[in-house]
């Protein structure tokens, strides 16, 4: 059997050539080989090269700042990037608000299984994700500039459906990442809280001929493990780099935390009672919506609170928390971990993960929300001069049985507080969030009507629902005024219910 060489981070990124397609995997800074993108990085500074590579990712990968994707933000080095989320990689995101690169964001879903249509040599993939969405071609393809102008989605109809059709494209490098190889590049994960696409992106270099650059932790014996526990076999391996301990950190939040890759009672863990606000509030309010036995996603932000709350609450033994990452069960971290759990249920691929969520299978899903209009469509991907992108935003809230949008009232500078009365007001944010027409829809309302959908809208102080093309509000925080703190706050008028009810009083205690 053909053995893979063993090179140094700069030794194996020497083998990466102008106008290369890359693609890297991971989630956050989870599973992503950060020693073999900071050593690109490092060459293309001291040699300007390599030039012009297409860059192709599903889950974003970064810190917000100088991590993950961020290494690959020069002039010059990046001429394409095919990406789910942008908002962890600023640098990247500069070139493409910029205009000095081709720049697409797609559902993160979508680029997670489309490496398998790739590596089955497939041209391309047909799904409903994305239909009404800014992914759609009638509005806008997913392209992200001027710059941007090749088309690859287009609208087809299949037995009276309308359907995007996802065109895939040649991978010629996959940067991948495990814990341990033997000498034959057999990877395994033991360390690792996710898995990601480490196999369909390794294979869909090697259907174009490509190589496959594997950053591991450690070298062990051969033959010493469990055949079944070899996430990459080692026939797809061309070269295996073993990083330095500070660049191969499990999160990038922790270096190593035992409890996000083993089982146990969740009620062995203490998470603490999550801060008195808005988050707080929120968070409770929302747990509120809560059956015994669903199947629950939590999106970034403020709807990782509702773990916290579901643990408070002593519910997390009677509802399964899932991360599209491909966590099933456990409490879902947040920050630089998220993506990742503690004491889960199971870890499966994350493409295993999309196809259970595009099937159906999610009960409830509770999401962020920076824009909302008066149609009740939703934006996170572009508003403010900043381009977020989607991630997995649009395949949960499209296929999600009963969804939840969550976020602040206003946003920006406010402050509010409250008292035995209820809530009151101290300043308002700066930034409206229910707008007019929102800057780009993420989240499609009339899709969602089309379907039959429940949507509810939860901030601090109102909550509404989506109802006959439009919001309803449906209830009110006490204390406060109706026209005072929510209609002159709106850039449009929305239905109101009759009678219109007060947000439960625990959710405030």
């Known amino acids: 059997m053909k053995r893979p060489?063993?090179?140094?981070?700069?030794?194996?990124?020497?083998?990466?050539?102008?106008?290369?397609?890359?693609?890297?995997?991971?989630?956050?800074?989870?599973?992503?080989?950060?020693?073999?993108?900071?050593?690109?990085?490092?060459?293309?500074?001291?040699?300007a090269a390599p030039r012009e590579l297409t860059v192709v990712y599903a889950a974003g990968q970064g810190d917000g700042a100088a991590r993950g994707l961020n290494h690959l933000g020069h002039r010059g080095l990046v001429r394409r990037v095919i990406g789910g989320h942008w908002n962890l990689a600023p640098r990247l995101g500069a070139l493409a608000a910029a205009n000095e690169i081709e720049a697409y964001n797609f559902p993160q879903g979508v680029l997670s299984k489309l490496f398998r249509e790739i590596a089955a040599g497939n041209p391309g993939m047909l799904s409903r994700i994305g239909l009404g969405s800014f992914v759609d071609p009638r509005r806008g393809g997913g392209r992200i500039n001027a710059r941007t102008t090749e088309e690859l989605v287009q609208v087809m109809e299949i037995d009276g459906c309308e359907m995007l059709w996802y065109r895939t494209f040649p991978i010629d490098v996959a940067l991948v990442r495990?814990?341990?190889?033997?000498?034959?590049?057999?990877?395994?994960?033991?360390?690792?809280?996710?898995?990601?696409?480490?196999?369909?992106?390794?294979?869909?270099?090697?259907?174009?001929g490509g190589m496959v650059i594997a950053q591991v932790e450690r070298?062990?014996?051969?033959?010493?493990?469990?055949?079944?526990?070899?996430?990459?076999?080692?026939?797809?391996?061309d070269a295996v780099v073993v990083a330095e301990p500070e660049l191969h950190p499990q999160t990038y939040d922790r270096q190593f935390d035992g409890d996000f890759v083993r089982q146990g009672p969740l009620d062995s863990i203490d998470l603490g009672q999550l801060a008195d606000g808005p988050r707080r509030w929120i968070a409770a309010r929302c747990t509120n919506e809560l059956r015994e036995g669903d199947v629950v996603n939590l999106g970034i932000g403020i709807a990782e609170g509702i773990a916290r709350i579901a643990w408070e609450r002593r519910m997390l033994d009677r509802v399964v928390m899932t991360v599209e990452a491909g966590v099933i069960g456990g409490v879902p971290a947040g920050g630089l971990s998220f993506g990742s759990a503690s004491l889960p249920m199971a870890i499966i691929d994350q493409p295993s993960m999309f196809d259970y969520y595009d099937g159906g299978g999610l009960d409830i899903a509770f999401l962020s929300m920076a824009e909302c209009d008066r149609f009740g469509n939703v934006n996170v991907s572009r508003y403010g001069g900043r381009i977020p992108g989607s991630g997995g935003f649009i395949n949960i809230a499209q296929t999600a049985k009963r969804l939840v949008f969550v976020g602040t009232f206003?946003?920006?500078?406010l402050d509010v507080v409250q008292d035995g009365a209820g809530l009151r007001i101290r300043s308002e944010g700066q930034s409206r969030k229910f707008v007019r027409d929102v800057e780009q829809i993420t989240f499609s309302a009339e899709q969602a009507a089309r379907d039959g959908k429940p949507v509810l809208y939860v901030t601090e102080r109102a909550v509404f629902s989506l109802h006959e093309g439009g919001l309803r509000l449906e209830e009110i925080a006490a204390g406060l005024d109706?026209?005072?703190?929510?209609?002159?706050?709106?850039?449009?008028?929305?239905?109101?219910?009759?009678?219109?009810?007060?947000i439960d009083a625990g959710v405030y205690r």
Not at 184 to 199: A, K, Q, T, V
């Open 410 to 413: 206003t946003a920006n500078g």
């Open 178 to 208: 495990g814990t341990s190889s033997d000498s034959y590049g057999n990877i395994s994960m033991e360390h690792e809280p996710l898995i990601g696409e480490i196999l369909p992106m390794a294979q869909a270099a090697k259907r174009n």
């Open 5 to 47: 060489r063993f090179l140094t981070a700069a030794e194996a990124v020497r083998t990466i050539r102008d106008r290369a397609t890359v693609a890297t995997g991971g989630f956050v800074g989870s599973g992503h080989a950060e020693a073999l993108t900071a050593a690109l990085e490092e060459r293309f500074v001291a040699e």
């Open 219 to 237: 070298m062990v014996a051969d033959h010493s493990r469990n055949p079944k526990d070899i996430r990459l076999p080692g026939i797809f391996v």
């Open 482 to 502: 109706v026209e005072r703190d929510v209609l002159r706050l709106m850039d449009f008028a929305p239905a109101i219910a009759d009678p219109l009810r007060v």
